[in-house]
Every structure is written in C-alpha cells, then in structure tokens.
C-alpha cells in the first residue's frame, strides 16, 4: 500500500516548538495587535515583575534540539578522521570551555562535575533566599548578572534602604582562571596535591556570599558565606579540591535569646554530619572573625571552616554538609530579625551601631582572606566584593560605653566569647 505524503510545512514548525496558536490566530488579531503596538497599547499585565524570568526560568526546549543538529554532525566528523587519519592535534579545552559544553548540552545532574553541581546548588538557593528576605522587608532586591572574559560570572542581588534593611547583598559567583606559582606555593600548606613545580595551574571557583545589614541597631547584621574551590592540571583533570564557609552574627545589643536560637539551628545542621563539627568550627569562627588589632571578635560568632578536602571527609559528603548549612540559613536568622526590626530605638543606640559598624568595616578590609582574594583575582567585580560593607559607619576618636550599660556588656562578650549553646 502507497505510504501517505509527508507534510514538512506542519512537522518542521512543531519541531522547532512553533505553537498551534501561531498558525491558528486569526489575521483580525494580528493587526490589532500590530495598531496598538504602534499606538504604545501593550496586552501584557501592566504590574508585572521585570524580574520574573530570574525568580521563575522556564526550561527551554532547544539544548536537545542544539545536541541533536550538532552532535550528530560532529560525531560523523570525528568518525570520518578516525577512518582517514585526519586528526589534527588542538590545545586541550580550558575546564570553563568543557563546563559551557556541558551546560548547553542540558541539566546539571548528580552525574555531572561538582564544580557544576555546586554552582547549581548556589543559585537555586540564592532565589530561595532572596525571595524569604523580600517577604520580611516588603520591597523586591535588584539583581544585577554579570560575566567574566576568563570565564564564569555572578549574580549580584541588592536592596538599599529598604524598610527592614539599609543594606543586603546575597551573592553567587563563579570564577575560572589560572593560578600563579607564588598562589600555588602558598595553597600547597594545605593540599600537597597541589604540583609546585608547575608556573600555574588552572582554577574553578564558586561560592554563595551574603552580608545583612539591617536599620534598625536592635536587629543584628549577618554574614554568609559557602564556597567550593578546585584546580586542574595541564589535562583538564582535577588535582586538588575543598569547602570552605561559614555564617556568624554580629549584633549591636545582644539578646542571648536571639544567640541561642542562631547557634542551636547551626549545630543542628553540623550534628548531621559530624557532632564534632560545630564545637570546632565554632572555636574556628571566634578566632578568625576577630579584630586582633582591637583585641575584640567581630560579632557573637557562629561557624567557620575552610580547606575540607579529602582528608576530612569525601566529595560527596562535605557537599552533603555545605548544602545542609546553607540551607540553615533562613531558619537560623528570619525569627531574630522578624522580632528585632520594629524595636524602638534611641539616636544615641542609632550611633553605637554605626560605630560597631565601623568594626566591622575594619575586619573586612584589614584581616578578611576571602575579601582580599577577591581584590587581587585578575577580572574581579570590586562592586560584588565590597558589597558587604554598610552603607553607613562611623569612627568616633576614642569612644568608651559607659559602665555598666548594654554596650559595654556587648564588649565583654566580644573580648571573650562565650559559649551559647
């Protein structure tokens, strides 16, 4: 029996994706749509939000249609060299070309390099938390994506002067580029696996950094940070690896109430995986968050770790233990701040916390190891990086708190801190 016709006019534009509706409106609707554009008319809902397709990305169709139209010629391609001998020898693809190569061809799954798994993971968490802050000040973050020539780049998501905070930064970043011998040298105390006779090495970078500042001098600001770092050699193979990260407090007037409830949800999520986790990078927390030029901690601490590699613990569940402590995040600090933000407030408490601030600021520019790395990374966006410090501070010549008062008891705890939960 004779086989009906094909009809490419109809198959070719469902391929593509083409909706029934296009072939189906009628030409009436069409030019109405066509005046009223001309005449500034829009159909689409006038409140929109312009930031929807960021907070809600609709999976697109097209990488398995690009894999299809280019991995089929591609790989007759290299068969036909294989059988002829053509094969013309390339320098090896950087990891941020393989990763591109990758991220086209479709989703990240468990299968995939951790670098990307990572970078998923941050991103998706990223809108998690930016959406709960939103719910608690009333007013939406800017977000602002940015690219780096050497590979990678950010998401930059801020809110100023908003009704809860004067200032918020919740950033992810992805960085590729090569490692110096002097940074190779120096990382190598740490992971002999590091080769020190090469001049650089390649590096993937990726971390989710945040920082809080909220208006009101009873509601403590916050700082986060959860990062994944890796090196490959000249192959493209990855050599050496590690987490790092942390979160911690720093309140203008302590409330211990507040204290225990943050440290009591980060021991939790360290109890997961490890019950000696939280007394230890607690004590790690206390010594590095410190103003050693001041002889105070910055804030009531929390937790801090860096360098976890294989030696700690394996890929997989250092991995496991980073996405259980970002993901305490929200929970460790919503009901503080829900409770702290409509406090009445003095202008001399509206003072002391521009003068903490000003410690604040010291830390970060002085003593802060992922701040200067940052600064001296070849492309670094300084915007992103000095994001976390406040839109306002104060340095007043040799203030003293009075005796006795909450500010000098918050001092006493800062010079030595103490244990909350």
Same mark, same amino acid.
């Given at each position: 029996?004779?086989?009906?016709?094909?009809?490419?006019? =109809?198959?070719?534009?469902?391929?593509?994706?083409?909706?029934?509706?296009?072939?189906?409106?009628?030409?009436?609707?069409?030019?109405?749509?066509?005046?009223?554009?001309?005449?500034?008319?829009?159909?689409?809902?006038?409140?929109?939000?312009?930031?929807?397709?960021?907070?809600?990305?609709? @999976? #697109?169709?097209?990488?398995?249609?690009? !894999?299809?139209?280019?991995?089929?010629?591609?790989?007759?391609?290299?068969?036909? %060299?294989?059988?002829?001998?053509?094969?013309?020898?390339?320098?090896?693809?950087?990891?941020?070309?393989?990763?591109?190569? =990758?991220?086209?061809?479709?989703?990240?799954?468990?299968?995939?390099?951790?670098?990307?798994?990572?970078?998923?993971?941050?991103?998706?968490?990223?809108?998690?938390?930016?959406?709960?802050?939103?719910?608690?000040?009333?007013?939406?973050?800017?977000?602002?994506?940015?690219?780096?020539?050497?590979?990678?780049?950010? *998401?930059?998501?801020?809110?100023?002067?908003?009704?809860?905070?004067?200032?918020?930064?919740?950033?992810?970043?992805?960085?590729?580029?090569? =490692?110096?011998?002097?940074?190779?040298?120096?990382?190598?105390?740490? @992971?002999?696996?590091?080769?020190?006779?090469?001049?650089?090495?390649?590096?993937?970078?990726?971390?989710?950094?945040?920082?809080? @500042?909220?208006?009101?001098?009873?509601?403590?600001?916050?700082?986060?940070?959860?990062?994944?770092?890796?090196?490959?050699?000249?192959?493209?193979?990855?050599?050496?690896?590690?987490?790092?990260?942390?979160?911690?407090?720093?309140?203008?007037?302590?409330?211990?109430?507040?204290?225990?409830?943050?440290?009591?949800?980060?021991?939790?999520?360290?109890?997961?995986?490890?019950?000696?986790?939280?007394?230890?990078?607690?004590?790690?927390?206390?010594?590095?968050?410190?103003?050693?030029?001041?002889?105070?901690?910055?804030?009531?601490?929390? *937790?801090?770790?860096?360098?976890?590699?294989?030696?700690?613990?394996?890929?997989?569940?250092?991995?496991?233990?980073?996405?259980?402590? =970002? %993901?305490?995040?929200?929970?460790?600090?919503?009901?503080?701040?829900?409770?702290?933000?409509?406090?009445?407030?003095?202008?001399?408490?509206?003072?002391?916390?521009?003068?903490?601030?000003?410690?604040?600021?010291?830390?970060?520019?002085?003593?802060? !190891?992922?701040?200067?790395?940052?600064?001296?990374?070849?492309? #670094?966006?300084?915007?992103?990086?000095?994001?976390?410090?406040?839109?306002?501070?104060?340095?007043?010549?040799?203030?003293?708190?009075?005796?006795?008062? !909450?500010?000098?008891?918050?001092?006493?705890?800062?010079?030595?801190?103490?244990?909350?939960?």
């Amino acid at each position: 029996m004779e086989m009906a016709p094909l009809r490419p006019s =109809l198959r070719i534009p469902q391929f593509f994706g083409a909706h029934r509706s296009f072939t189906s409106t009628p030409r009436r609707r069409l030019a109405a749509d066509f005046f009223n554009a001309k005449r500034g008319i829009s159909n689409k809902p006038q409140n929109s939000d312009p930031l929807k397709a960021w907070r809600e990305p609709k @999976h #697109s169709p097209w990488p398995n249609r690009i !894999r299809l139209f280019l991995g089929v010629p591609f790989t007759g391609l290299i068969i036909y %060299s294989m059988m002829t001998g053509e094969i013309t020898k390339t320098e090896s693809p950087t990891i941020a070309e393989k990763d591109a190569l =990758l991220k086209r061809g479709g989703d990240v799954t468990e299968q995939s390099p951790m670098r990307l798994r990572m970078e998923k993971f941050i991103k998706q968490h990223q809108k998690q938390i930016v959406a709960g802050l939103e719910k608690v000040d009333g007013q939406k973050f800017q977000v602002d994506t940015w690219q780096r020539p050497e590979g990678g780049g950010g *998401i930059t998501c801020v809110l100023q002067d908003g009704n809860v905070f004067e200032k918020a930064g919740v950033n992810t970043s992805v960085v590729y580029g090569r =490692l110096p011998r002097a940074a190779i040298q120096k990382m190598r105390v740490n @992971h002999k696996a590091l080769d020190p006779d090469v001049e650089s090495v390649e590096f993937f970078a990726a971390g989710l950094s945040m920082v809080l @500042h909220p208006s009101n001098p009873m509601a403590p600001t916050v700082h986060l940070n959860y990062r994944y770092f890796e090196t490959a050699d000249e192959n493209g193979k990855t050599n050496a690896w590690w987490y790092g990260g942390g979160c911690d407090l720093t309140p203008c007037y302590l409330f211990d109430e507040d204290a225990i409830h943050f440290h009591k949800t980060i021991k939790a999520a360290c109890d997961k995986h490890d019950k000696s986790y939280y007394p230890r990078f607690k004590k790690w927390c206390d010594e590095y968050f410190n103003n050693k030029h001041r002889g105070e901690s910055r804030g009531i601490g929390g *937790i801090f770790f860096d360098d976890l590699d294989e030696t700690e613990k394996d890929q997989e569940q250092l991995f496991a233990f980073a996405q259980d402590c =970002l %993901s305490a995040f929200l929970p460790s600090y919503v009901p503080i701040i829900n409770r702290r933000k409509n406090m009445p407030f003095t202008e001399r408490e509206k003072q002391w916390q521009q003068i903490r601030r000003g410690r604040y600021v010291e830390f970060n520019l002085v003593h802060d !190891r992922g701040t200067a790395f940052g600064l001296n990374t070849p492309g #670094s966006r300084v915007e992103s990086i000095l994001m976390s410090l406040p839109l306002t501070a104060r340095w007043q010549y040799m203030h003293s708190p009075e005796k006795g008062s !909450r500010e000098e008891r918050l001092l006493e705890v800062l010079k030595k801190p103490k244990e909350w939960v």
